[in-house]
């Protein structure tokens, strides 16, 4: 393996300036994974339901190099701690919790047959932590390929990981990929204990510069149609840490499949809007809200699939607004901050939509502006959001990527 070229993608060259002051010398590998805006579909991935998501031009970047005692060292400057650990007892630590995403997934690697020795790697990162743009899955997904590149493996089944002895694992087809999705999935569900859907990793992994990605949870069916080249996309966040360890996002999780449950179902996928009326009464109050929230989005999902081909861009719009008032209302997953961001988008002559994006109790907001306003936009929801909240915002208006590698 010769070493990381110098002069690449800002990035990877941060990466590897990191690397060089933390472990001295350089790297021989790098993954980049971005991190994911979802555009519409609350809460309706691990409903089996529909969601569009775009990945974004904030990015985790990982670099490494094997080690020959057999040692994970990991260096993230966000984190003050280094984790260290054996490759082959891999356990968590209370004092470096944040790398429960990387030893998770190295779990589920090996449990399913990957042999791999000890590695240095740092870990950069430009998403901003708590914003709900995933930066769990992103570094969940750099991990996994980085540890590819240093140590290659083929997925050819999702309980079957095959090390590989020498040379480049070979390029990864849809299907792998997808099998990889699932994998990163399985280690935050059961190492880091988030009961989270598919979305996030689905989309750091399929992203597509300029395009929206389509996701059909039931089928795991995945397709791309274009973003419309004069719609920016503004993302806003209200400074609300989101949190998804624990609470709020199992709760309302368990609300949903205890709804399915109620209404004979496999998944809220499977009712329609008049179903679930004539089903109310079975239901606990706060329950049918949460329903009624995955079944709108889905439906508004299915339409906003539709608009977007036709170029119907005002129409579309409107349902990132419906969506918002939705979890507002029913699923509760808003706050305060969120809502002032919205209202303040809405006031903005350039605003196609908004919403809260990704779990919600926090985090940010997206949104569709024309794009010859959207700096006037992004000023206007900072200086609004400084009066009404007298908070600080921190915005971007974003790029549509391509997925990792
Ligand atoms: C988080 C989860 C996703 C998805 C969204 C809400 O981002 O990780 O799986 O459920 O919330 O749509």
Not at 73 to 84: D, N
Not at 173 to 188: F, M, N, P, T, V
């Amino acid at each position: 393996m010769g070493s990381l070229r110098r002069g690449m993608e800002r990035e990877i060259e941060q990466a590897r300036q990191l690397f060089e002051k933390e472990f001295g010398g350089q790297p021989v590998a790098a993954a980049k994974a971005p991190g994911r805006a979802e555009l519409l579909g609350n809460h309706t991935d691990y409903n089996q339901g529909l969601v569009m998501a775009l990945a974004v031009d904030k990015f985790i970047v990982m670099a490494g190099r094997p080690r020959s005692d057999g040692r994970v060292v990991l260096v993230s400057p966000i984190f003050e701690r280094r984790a260290l650990f054996e490759a082959d007892r891999i356990a968590k630590d209370p004092e470096a919790p944040w790398a429960d995403y990387t030893k998770g997934l190295l779990l589920q690697l090996q449990e399913r047959g990957a042999r791999f020795g000890g590695f240095e790697a740092v870990i950069h990162s430009t998403i901003p932590l708590g914003a709900g743009l995933s930066s769990s899955a992103a570094l969940l997904v750099a991990s996994a390929l980085l540890l590819r590149k240093l140590y290659p493996y083929r997925i050819p089944e999702l309980d079957r990981v095959e090390s590989l002895d020498k040379g480049d694992a070979p390029p990864m087809d849809d299907a792998e990929r997808l099998r990889l999705a699932r994998i990163c999935q399985k280690a935050e569900n059961e190492f880091v204990g988030v009961n989270c859907g598919l979305l996030d990793h689905i989309s750091s992994l399929f992203g597509r510069q300029d395009q929206v990605i389509l996701i059909d949870c039931l089928d795991m069916k995945i397709d791309w149609t274009p973003m419309d080249s004069e719609t920016a996309v503004v993302l806003a966040h209200s400074g609300v840490r989101h949190e998804l360890v624990g609470g709020e996002y199992n709760d309302r999780r368990a609300r949903c499949e205890r709804a399915a449950k109620a209404l004979g179902v496999p998944s809220l996928r499977h009712v329609t809007l008049e179903e679930l009326e004539q089903a109310r009464d079975r239901l606990e109050e706060f329950d049918y809200r949460c329903a009624l929230h995955v079944v709108g989005e889905i439906e508004r999902v299915a339409r906003g699939a539709d608009l977007l081909r036709r170029g119907d861009r005002q129409a579309f719009g409107e349902l990132l607004c419906q969506s918002h008032e939705s979890s507002r209302h029913n699923f509760r997953n808003s706050c305060p901050e969120l809502d002032c961001l919205v209202e303040l988008a809405k006031e903005h002559p350039a605003c196609l939509g908004a919403r809260l994006t990704g779990g919600g109790f926090g985090g940010a907001t997206i949104n569709l502006a024309r794009a010859e306003e959207a700096e006037d936009f992004r000023r206007s929801l900072a200086s609004g959001y400084a009066a009404r909240m007298g908070k600080r915002l921190e915005s971007w208006i974003c790029r549509v990527v391509e997925g990792a590698a």
